[in-house]
């Protein structure tokens, strides 16, 4: 699945939003662990990724040539600042019509709409690859996350309130989130 688009920042600068390559499989690399170094709200810690660049290549190579998948990039500068993906529930014909949405972004970078403008991007891809419902789920403290997807039509459809395990903070209740596309 192919993606190309520049958004305008609240600070002025641009933000190119494509789909990830096999090019960026080292900058997509280190910006993947780099977010978990930051955030507590990812599903995984830095240490626990096991994925070298070479398989960060063939991720987004097989990415790149989905119908069905995709993994955007966000670049400032010329920089890689985020990421966000939609990923099939499955194949079945009973799930088919489901996605999943997965966004980070580099904290130095939070604030700008990168992450607004990186969901944007997995709805319209959603939708142009046929998908009927997008989900994802949230960490309930992430508030600004949250209010981000309710604005944008994502309704809250359940809660796991152990569904995270965090060394900092101990369980972390995670929304589950869905929207009609």
């Not at 609240?10 to 933000?15: A, L, N």
């Not at 390559?21 to 240490?47: C, H, K, S, V, W």
């Amino acid at each position: 699945m192919e993606y190309m688009r520049t958004v305008d920042l609240k600070d002025g600068r641009k933000c190119t939003l494509r789909h990830g390559t096999g090019n960026d499989g080292r900058e997509a690399l280190e910006a993947f662990i780099q977010m978990r170094e930051e955030t507590d709200y990812l599903l995984t810690y830095p240490e626990e990724n096991t994925s070298s660049v070479e398989d960060e290549i063939a991720y987004l190579e097989k990415k790149a040539g989905s119908e069905r998948e995709m993994e955007i990039v966000a670049e400032v500068d010329g920089e890689l600042v985020g990421m966000a993906g939609i990923s099939a529930v499955g194949d079945s014909f009973k799930v088919r019509h489901r996605a999943e949405l997965g966004i980070s972004v580099i904290r130095e970078f939070w604030h700008l709409g990168i992450g607004r403008a990186l969901m944007d991007a997995c709805v319209e891809c959603a939708k142009d690859a046929g998908y009927e419902q997008i989900e994802l789920s949230v960490v309930a403290d992430n508030e600004r996350a949250v209010t981000m997807y309710k604005k944008d039509g994502f309704v809250e459809f359940g809660r796991n309130p152990r569904g995270f395990k965090s060394r900092i903070s101990g369980y972390q209740e995670l929304i589950y989130m869905r929207k009609e596309l």
